[in-house]
C-alpha cells in the first residue's frame, strides 16, 4: 500500500529534524513526505538545506566506500524550478564527472535562492521537490541513509502564504498535494520521533483492517500501563483493562468517587463526552476507537478525499483531530494499532498562552461532543457541564497546590471565560 505523509510545521526546526531523521531511518520509508510550513521565519528551510546537503553527502561517501559510483551513478538534488546541471550529461560520464555535476547543482540552488531580491524567492524554490537520492543498478538509498531501503524517500517542502497557516488550514493544504495514487495518508506531529517499524506496522494494520477508516498510534513515553501484580486494585485509583492496570490521575480519581468518570472503554466518546484519555497497554493489539490523536494519525484516502479539517480551528486547532476522527466513523471503524509506536515530546514552541488554551479546552470540547451527540438528554447536558466545571475547579486549586501558578491562574481564567462563553455564544456546528 502506498503512503503518503503529511507533517504541519511552525517554528519547530529541531524538533522536526529529529522527526524526519527517525522518517528516513525506517525498515519501511513513506512513498512522499510532505513539510508543510507554517512559520514566519526561514529556519526552517535552512535545516532542511543543511540536512540534505548531509544527507548526499553522505550517500557519496557510502557509495564511494561500497563501490557503487558507476556509469549508473546519480545524484538527484535540491530541484529548483528546472533540472539539476547538466541534467543530460551523457550515461558514460565518470564517477568524478557525476559528483561535481551534483556539487554545481546544490551551489546554483544555494546562489538562486540567495541572490533574489524577493523575500519569498527562497520559499518558491522550495516549493519544488525537495529531495536526495542515490540509485545505482542494485539498490536504492533514500537522502543516503544507508542500506535497508526499498523505495526512495522523496520530501516536498511547502512554505504556505499567511492565510493558510494554522494547523487545520496546513493539513488540508497538505491533502491537496498528496499524489493521486497514494492509498494511506499518514500525519504526525513534528514534535514526535518514530521507532524504525512505525510505518511497516501502521501499513499492516491497515492490511488487516479492511473496515479501518482511521488509525492511530502510540506514544511510549506517555504510556502509562503496567501488568498486574495483586489480583485487587482500589477501583477509585487504578483503571483496570484485560491484564493490565494504569494508575488513575488526581482529577480522575475524583471523578470516580463522584462517579462522574466515562464509563467507555479509552478512546471512546461516552455520551456525555470527557472520555478516558490514557489510551491502551502495548499489547501488540488493534483496538476500536472513536477517537484518533493528531500527534499520530492516518486515513485512507477515500475519507481524506471527501472529508476536510474543520474550518472552525483556528490556529493552535486544539480537539481538530477529534473532529475530524468523528466524521471519519462515516467511512468505517477507526483503531488504534499499539504496534504503531512513537514518541511524543511536546515542545512548547508554537502553542497558545495558557488562557487561550483554557478557554479552548471548554469550547472545543463543547463543539466536538456536540458534534457526536447533537441533542444530548438533559441529564448528559448537566453531567458534562458538572465535569467540565469540576475540572475548572481543579484548575484553579492548582494555583495554590503547584509551582506553576501564574500558568494555573491563567489557565483558570480562560476555562472560566469558556464556560461563561457558552451561555451567550455557543460555537456553531
Known sequence: ??????????????????????????????????IIDGSTDDDTQLMLEKITSRFEQNARSEALEDGFLSSEFKVQSLELSGEMSNPNAPSNASSSEACLQAKAGRERFIDNSNSSSNPNARSEALEDRLSSSISSSNETYPLGLGKGFD???????????????????????????????MEIVAFLDDDTILQENYFKNLIQAFKDLPDAAGIGGIATNENRWQLKTQKQYDKNNFYQFEEYV?????????????????????GVMPKYSHGRTFSYPITGKNYPVDLIVGMSMAFRKNVVDQIKFSKYFEGYGLYEDADFSLRALRFGQNYLATSVLLEHHHDAAGRPNKYNYGK???????????????????????????????LTTIRFLN??????????????LGRAAGIISLWFNKPKL
Open 1 to 34: 500500500m502506498k503512503l503518503s505523509l503529511i507533517i504541519c510545521t511552525y517554528m519547530r526546526p529541531e524538533p522536526l529534524r529529529r522527526l524526519l531523521e527517525s522518517v528516513l531511518s525506517q525498515t519501511q520509508v513513506p512513498d512522499e513526505v510532505l
Open 151 to 181: 523505495s526512495t524517500s522523496i520530501i516536498s517542502y511547502h512554505k504556505v502564504p499567511p492565510e493558510h497557516r494554522g494547523l487545520t488550514k496546513q493539513r488540508n493544504y497538505g491533502i491537496e498535494r498528496v499524489q493521486e495514487d
Open 246 to 266: 494504569v494508575k488513575e490521575s488526581s482529577r480522575n480519581v475524583l471523578r470516580n468517587k463522584l462517579k462522574l468518570a466515562s464509563n467507555e472503554l479509552p
Open 360 to 390: 479552548m479546552v471548554v469550547r472545543n470540547g463543547w463543539y466536538v461532543w456536540r458534534l457526536k451527540y447533537p441533542d444530548p438528554s438533559l441529564k448528559n447536558n448537566f453531567k458534562w457541564y458538572q465535569i467540565t466545571i469540576l
Open 399 to 412: 494555583i495554590f497546590t503547584t509551582a506553576q501558578r501564574k500558568e494555573a491562574l491563567t489557565e483558570f
